[in-house]
């Protein structure tokens, strides 16, 4: 009998019939709270995604739950002592993403100092009969700040370099294996810096890490671009210091209320929004679905999951 595994995002039909075709699926968008109470004794797998959210409460709800299969790197959405506590093993996709992400913060960047969308638009209505492009902000040369220097920071750092820029960052603690300056937080990080790239894990430890003192400290000529989770950032405060052109520009792929952008957001002339694709090459996705697959087929082989959450 195939293992029952609930499906808690959308996934796409590459993924989706080879998991059904090994695996019981259920997709909770379709259960109502009955459906799921009549499933919850057979249901020993979940998939969610880099944004699902599986709090406490359905983790419980599931008695029978051996594993979550997160397809994607981040898994900032699944309560992580609920899963502990009930023994539920947690994967997710980890190091397949990484170069993609990098290459798009870069592009994100070149795209907001640059101007590149506005400028395309300027060329589109017709305007540039009536005389040339305003100037824009140079990117190369410049001060980089990254906040969170894990795989994806660190990715965004190599990039960089080849920009000729003056690299810092901040963490938890300074890394001793790279030639970076550190900053204790993230507010003196800004102060020093022209561009700020968020690479840092969502989660509690993170919400709103960059607020309007951090925007502020970034200044009217700097520029910001979050590839990480929406919520690192104080949106409110972000479209303010926007509006109020306390900073330059801003670059993102992530948003808190996704797929939902507050309006405030769309209304912005100096932000390049894209809709959170950083990670989506045709070359990681499959991997991604390859590594979710195999996580959850191991288990039920009995065999070691290859990634685990750690
Ligand atoms: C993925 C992500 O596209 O990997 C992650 O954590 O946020 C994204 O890059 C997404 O999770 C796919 O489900």
Partial sequence: MKPAVLLVCRLPEALGSRLRERFDCHELAQLDSAGLE???PRLRGMVASGESVVGRELITRLPALEIISVLGVGYDGIDLAAAREHGVCVTHTPGLSTEDIADFALALLLAAAREVVKADRFVRCGEWASGRYPMTRRVSGARLGIVGLGRIGRAVATRALAFGMDIAYTGRTP?????????????????????????????????ALIDAAVLDALGPTGVLVNIARGAIIDEEALIQALQERRILAAGLDVFCHEPQLAQGLLALDNVVLTPHMASTTDATVHAMFDLTF???AAHFDGLPVPTPVS
């Fill in 294 to 296: 195999t996580n959850l």
């Fill in 175 to 207: 890394k001793a294996d790279v030639p970076y300056r550190w900053c204790s937080d993230a507010r003196s990080l800004a102060a020093e810096v022209d561009f700020l790239v968020v690479c840092a894990s969502g989660g509690e430890a993170t919400r």
């Fill in 38 to 40: 009549a499933l919850a």
